[in-house]
């Protein structure tokens, strides 16, 4: 079945560094691959997402570009800020398909 | 206010209590999903409804039921209650259709069961 992996966390980076969050997929057909982030106490909200090959996502200074020959999906921002502190999601939808597939999560903490 | 609430936010129960989650969007949404999210297993998806008359089980239905009542509410249900059904459940909706992939969560109820 489809299968979304991530990379383990925490993740923990000082401000204004580089961060890129891995993320890889298994899936028949032609996924739409997103991520979602979650705030501490809060529930997920949408960052980016993609659906064809290519394309490349883009919001609040975080990047994902899909890429199908590798079949990844990662997250990239140039410098992070204390407040990008968050659990980050993968997922993709199936073609055909309503349902999300989810990531284990990757928690991102960044320090002054 | 939130387009998409839950209730409770935190619920402590005991072992073989009967526990009702309840959702309520504003968005007008026909599509709504309950999840469950454990530490490092994700979330996970337990039952969605497309609309009022079409519920669907998800990949970890078993203990849990949903009921439909309106287009705006979409309650899960746990019959009796057991300690591994500790996690926090989040309820999201998504449109029909529109060409979105979007799905909008609530902030999440958090379940102890003793």
């Known amino acids: 079945g489809d299968s979304v992996t991530q990379m383990e966390g925490p993740v923990t980076l000082s401000e204004e560094a580089f961060l890129t969050i891995n993320c890889t997929y298994t899936a028949t057909g032609y996924p739409s691959l997103f991520w979602y982030v979650q705030y501490p106490g809060e529930g997920l909200q949408l960052l980016l997402k993609a659906t064809k090959a290519d394309d490349k996502g883009s919001n609040k200074g975080f990047e994902a570009t899909y890429r199908k020959e590798t079949t990844s999906f990662h997250l990239e921002k140039g410098s992070v800020q204390v407040s990008d502190s968050a659990v980050y999601f993968c997922a993709l939808r199936s073609t055909g398909f309503q349902k999300l597939v989810f990531g284990t999560g990757t928690r991102l903490l960044v320090s002054p | ?114």
């Open chain 2, 1 to 114: 206010d939130a387009d998409v609430t839950q209730t409770p936010r935190n619920r402590i129960t005991k072992t073989g209590k009967r526990i009702m989650l309840e959702c309520s969007q504003t968005k007008g949404h026909d599509r709504m999903y309950w999840y469950r999210q454990d530490p490092g297993l994700g979330l996970r998806l337990i039952y969605y409804s497309f609309d009022v008359k079409d519920i669907n089980k998800g990949e970890i239905s078993d203990g849990y039921s949903v009921s439909r009542q309106a287009q705006a509410k979409f309650s899960l249900s746990l019959e009796s209650a057991i300690p591994n059904q500790t996690a926090l459940y989040f309820c999201a909706t998504r449109p029909e259709g529109g060409g979105t992939d979007t799905q909008y969560f609530g902030p999440g109820t958090r379940l102890t069961v003793l």
